[in-house]
């Protein structure tokens, strides 16, 4: 009986701990996104060092600077073409190539995969003088497609272990099925490959998409016209050397996060059904 | 409507030979059982016959027409794959639709023919349905009906039973038997259950380590096994084995096993007496034991005695596991048996239908009579 008592009492404690930990990261993850909202709805250009989450004197003011007074149309839609070509490209390579990985055997075929998790082991600023070297080569600096080139031959090794992965766990049998119904190669793959791959392609897609729009220390040195920037770029530029505005900072952050979370929300099915996929039978 | 021949027929895995030289002829409208222990080789066979897999040598002959180099679509053969291999994200329409569609069937066409397959496989009401809203019976009729809508010259089944429960599984193999009679369509069925190939197969090929061991209707390879790993394999419980010495004593033939000692007439003793066998292996069916107590004695029987170890009731008959010696028995017997375990009973045995196994090569002895 007492022994019974005092375990459920250290149980207790233990929970109450567990708890609090879990309140303290959840503050120390919100709190920081809170003030970002508080900056970009209040009126300071600076920051303040007031500890309170909402704004002195609330204001649009901020939003309608960075939606009207700046190009912030044009860096939106720079960022959208280079996404939105970013994951399209770079889906489109990698699922084929996955395929090809995952059902195929050639010769080169454990190097290839090999070799593109190597790429995945440096760190992506240690390629940006040869990058550049080459994006200025092709003449394309300051141009969209050198971003868009960029961005889809960085995220293409992920995507492509991410594709095969999930590839390897749908029945060969399916194929082999529609061979012997008289289905060829290319016709399995767009009819019965990619359809049942969709949450691996959202998945995919929504990696590429958020690693094009998110990158920022390329897309710097790439970009030199205020007009060809991408929102990170430009955003970033608000709070630069000579002007500090972090109201139109934080008030472009938050729009800027936006088109994400609002993609989160389209992919979440898929996203969740990526996860548990192969622990259903059939 | 087609015979398949297979010529020696061999697959090589790198170093691994996995089918070695098979011969064998399907004949049109035969429904062709390939049963053998798993890694045996019959899939591997299976899928050599549909094109899935290249010949390493020998040459497949479908219909008169040599296909080793016929892909598989331009074979005219639907399978039926142990997982069913429906298209997940198709309903049972479309799956049934799909080899129609890919030939470029007319759309009417198409749907007469998918509304017949489903009126013969009783699926009508289920053909707006995903295959994962369907039970393991359901998609198996579907897997079934997408091969018969097709119309095939030959149907190719890969154990398409094992993945439903034991009496769902009776019931298609029932079905499956039904729609052949009907469909006549010659057909290769690959199992590892020879309860399957004896009810299913209008022949049967056993085949063992990558090679046809013995083909034939299935009565005759159940009562006349050619060696000791199909006499094993077919038949449930399977065959007893026990070695024993031939000896002779004023003119008969007695057998001395371990525990027992039978006299041998007739054809058996003769042959045994013709090829001067001495050591040898015995083998006797469970249904070839009987229960003495409840046996006529006469002509062709011996009774010896042996320790009963389990007894299994089945209801219309009781299986009894015994030994002699160091030689372990089950057979089958009438359920009024008063065999316990732990005591001892006399076991009748009917001589005639002893099989003798060459103790080296393990090839049966053949012999005349088997009443």
Redesign the interface.
């Known amino acids: 009986m007492e022994k019974k008592n005092k375990r459920s009492f250290r149980e207790r404690v233990i929970g109450a701990l567990l708890q609090f930990f879990i309140l303290l990261f959840t503050i120390g993850t919100v709190y920081p996104v809170l003030w970002v909202f508080k900056i970009a709805f209040g009126s300071q250009k600076g920051l303040s060092l007031s500890l309170s989450l909402f704004p002195a004197q609330p204001t649009l003011e901020n939003f309608n600077h960075i939606l009207f007074e700046k190009p912030f149309f044009i860096w939106l839609l720079n960022s959208l073409i280079v996404a939105a070509a970013t994951s399209v490209i770079g889906i489109f390579l990698a699922a084929t190539a996955g395929y090809a990985f995952s059902r195929f055997r050639f010769p080169g075929r454990t190097a290839g995969l090999l070799s593109f998790l190597i790429t995945q082991m440096f760190p992506g600023t240690l390629m940006m003088i040869p990058l550049y070297l080459i994006v200025n080569w092709l003449g394309l600096l300051d141009n969209l497609a050198g971003l868009v080139l960029v961005y889809s031959t960085s995220a293409i090794p992920f995507s492509i272990w991410m594709l095969k992965g999930y590839f390897d766990t749908i029945?060969k049998?399916?194929e082999?099925?529609?061979?012997?119904?008289?289905?060829s190669r290319t016709?399995i793959f767009y009819k019965?490959i990619l359809?049942?791959a969709k949450p691996a392609l959202a998945v995919t897609a929504l990696f590429s998409f958020m690693t094009a729009w998110n990158e920022y220390i390329l897309a710097a040195t790439f970009m030199n016209r205020e007009l060809s920037y991408t929102l990170p770029v430009a955003l970033r530029n608000f709070v630069g050397q000579f002007a500090q505005d972090w109201g139109l900072f934080a008030a472009g952050a938050i729009l800027v996060s936006i088109p994400i979370v609002a993609l989160f929300f389209i992919l979440q099915k898929y996203l969740v059904s990526g996860l548990t996929a192969g622990s259903?039978k059939? | 409507m087609a015979e398949v021949v297979l010529e020696n027929v061999t697959k090589k895995f790198g170093d691994v030979t996995v089918v070695k030289g098979i011969n064998l002829q399907i004949r049109d409208g035969e429904f062709m059982v390939l049963v053998g222990p798993s890694g045996c080789g019959k899939t591997t066979l299976l899928r050599l016959v549909a094109g899935l897999e290249e010949l390493s040598e020998g040459k497949i002959i479908i219909n008169g027409r040599v296909v080793n180099q016929v892909p598989p679509k331009d074979r005219d053969l639907a399978m039926v794959f142990q997982n069913y291999a429906l298209y997940p994200h198709m309903n049972v329409y479309d799956n049934m639709a799909f080899a129609l569609k890919m030939r470029k069937v007319p759309r009417a066409e198409i749907d007469s023919r998918v509304q017949e397959a489903a009126r013969i496989l009783g699926i009508e009401k289920l053909l707006e349905r995903k295959p994962k809203q369907l039970s393991g019976g359901q998609r198996q009729r579907v897997a079934l009906g997408r091969t018969i809508v097709r119309k095939p010259s030959v149907f190719l089944f890969d154990e398409p039973l094992s993945n439903l429960d034991a009496k769902l599984r009776g019931q298609m193999r029932a079905e499956i038997s039904k729609l052949h009679f009907q469909l006549k369509t010659t057909s290769i069925y690959v199992t590892h259950d020879q309860v399957e190939a004896m009810t299913m197969g209008s022949k049967i090929a056993i085949v063992n380590e990558g090679v046809i061991q013995q083909s034939g209707t299935p009565m005759d390879i159940y009562d006349t096994p050619v060696n000791k790993f199909v006499a094993g394999f077919i038949g449930s419980p399977p065959m007893n084995f026990f070695a024993a010495v031939v000896q002779e004593e004023n003119g008969q033939t007695f057998m001395q096993a371990e525990g027992f000692r039978l006299r041998l007439q007739g054809d058996l003793a003769n042959k045994i007496k013709v090829e001067g066998l001495k050591e040898t292996l015995f083998g006797i069916r469970p249904e070839n034991l009987h229960d003495a107590e409840f046996f006529k004695k006469g002509d062709g029987f011996e009774v010896f005695s042996v320790q009963v170890e389990v007894v299994e009731p089945m209801g219309a008959e009781t299986y009894v596991h015994a030994m002699a010696g160091k030689n372990r028995f089950v057979a089958r017997v009438t359920p009024k048996t008063r065999a316990r375990v732990g005591q001892a009973m006399q076991l009748a045995i009917e001589t005639v239908k002893i099989h003798v196994f060459d103790k080296q090569t393990m090839n049966a002895l053949r012999w005349e009579v088997q009443k």
Do not use: F, N, R, T
């Not at chain 1, 082999?176 to 289905?183: P, T």
């Open positions: 029945p049998e399916l082999e099925s529609a061979l012997i119904d008289g289905a016709l019965i359809p049942l259903v059939g």
